[in-house]
């Protein structure tokens, strides 16, 4: 196999726009970029904790905004790079899940969510860079993630753009760091702001981003399962295709 290249071309040569690969046939990553001018305030005010999964209810979990196979979707296309398809994905991941929490961030206040709750009880700690646990609310907590992972997507050395720069050994230990917080945030609008999402009418985009979320890091293997165990019941009814329909359509129909 002949894998020679001059480097001296190589600084000419751009890579590829890399949210491109990531983006083919998903219609509903464009859908997502109005969900902004869509927002309206539902009524009543931040409800108490939720012992029930109102998220886990057939008339909630039939609601996508796609109906094709979402494994299809992440598979690494034969011509493009492991690390590419990760950072292409990541990033791509990070912006639609930063999208989604702001429909629903004037709701998740210091207030309303004290702490960084998610299913089955769950409380998440930040820690600092030192490792020491804080206790924060809900927005601090998706602040230090966005803001973190903002840091690294953005940064040349982790996140290369330029064709020929390599990507480091540390690569896939933060790939993995990112999937993990980009989850804990996912997992807290389903936990706390799953009543606002649905009286925004966005469960669609929600359901859809979380079963393309858990698909891409399990066919890659990028979070512990144990990390993600609180939503199994959730994944196991979201990634699975859905059965395919005679009219072919964009929505899955409402019965
Ligand atoms: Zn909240």
Redesign the pocket.
Known sequence: METANTTAEAEEKPRPERNNWANRSKDYLQTSQILRKSKTKPNGKKPPAEEKKHYLEPEYTKVRVVDFDLKELVVLPPEIDLNEWLASNTTTFFNLINLQYSTISE??TGD??QAMTAACNTILLWQDEKGKKIKCT??QYVDFVMSSVQKIVTDEDIFPTKYGKEFPNTFETLVKKICRFLFHVLA?IYW??FKETVALDLQGHLNTLYAHFIVFIRVFNLVDPKEICIMDDLSEVLCNPPPPSPTAQNHVTER
């Open positions: 709701f998740c309303t969510c809900a927005p807290h706390a702001h």
